[in-house]
């Protein structure tokens, strides 16, 4: 199973922006799915963006111009640059790992979760 760290969350005013990392260790084959999901106070967990094995990369409307989801060449990290931050995006942001062979934003395709890393955007 993949052990995932998410790091650089932060607090930042609306119309800026962060990078969030995730480390992946143990074993991940080439098919692996990985994405990024959020969840704000009082709401349910959402997915922001994944990546599947081939590369191909989706988002939630929500966030499509503004987010990049990427990974390094090693595929030993995943990232997601947020840009025009907005009040709208505050949550607790999770990296996830699937080994289903699918990729989607179903949560149970994902069977890997990081403990999630808080950001926080003033207006």
């Known amino acids: 199973q993949v052990q995932l760290v998410e790091s650089g969350g932060g607090s930042v005013q609306a119309g800026g922006s962060l990078r969030l990392s995730c480390a992946a260790s143990g074993y991940r084959h080439s098919s692996y799915c990985m994405g990024w999901f959020r969840q704000a106070p009082g709401k349910e967990r959402e997915g922001v963006a994944y990546?599947?094995?081939?590369?191909?990369?989706r988002y939630r409307d929500s966030v499509k111009g503004r987010f990049t989801i990427s990974e390094d060449n090693a595929k030993n990290s995943l990232f997601l640059q947020m840009n025009s931050l907005k009040p709208e995006d505050t949550a607790i942001y999770y990296c996830?790992?699937?080994?289903?062979?699918?990729?989607?934003?179903?949560?149970?395709?994902?069977?890997?979760w990081g403990q999630g890393t808080q950001v926080t955007v003033s207006s």
């Open positions: 990546m599947t094995g081939a590369g191909t990369t």
């Open positions: 996830a790992a699937g080994d289903r062979g699918v990729c989607s934003f179903y949560e149970p395709y994902f069977t890997s």
